[in-house]
């Protein structure tokens, strides 16, 4: 995963390794929690090692944590376990501080009405 210039002149080393690759991979998944990636895409958008990230994906469907359907990966949907997880509110902490918090209503607010076909089609 590449950080901004000033990120890399001011973090110290603690900082910039803090997160493990499980950590990382799960935040990237939270952070597009809409969406389902293949590893490799994983890989490509976070910079993590395909073999890496396939290994945290593993890891983290052991404990529950994404869910995965033929070549894709997405993030659980139940919250509930995810607020659990060991190192969960660490890498939430983190992007919120690098890239602001979210707001879930402003979210809701400009989805669609209608599902998306890919959803609407498994009713």
């Known amino acids: 995963m590449s950080i901004d210039r000033e990120t890399f002149r001011e973090a110290n080393e603690e900082e910039l390794e803090s997160l493990s690759v499980p950590q990382r991979v799960l935040g990237f ?3 597009n929690d809409d ?3 293949e590893a490799s895409e994983i890989a ?3 910079g993590i090692d395909e073999s890496a990230v396939s ?9 529950g944590l994404v869910e995965h359907k033929a070549t894709y990966w997405a993030v659980t949907e139940d919250e509930e ?3 659990t997880a060991s190192g969960y509110e660490r890498a939430t902490a983190l992007f919120n501080e690098r890239l602001g918090e979210e707001n879930r209503e402003e979210w809701r607010d400009s989805a669609p009405d209608e599902a998306h076909p890919s ?5």
């Open 119 to 123: 959803v609407a089609d498994e009713r």
């Open 44 to 46: 490509d958008r976070s």
């Open 35 to 37: 969406r389902a990636f």
């Open 29 to 31: 998944l939270v952070a």
């Open 55 to 63: 290994t945290a994906l593993t890891r983290l469907k052991n404990r």
């Open 81 to 83: 376990r995810l607020a």
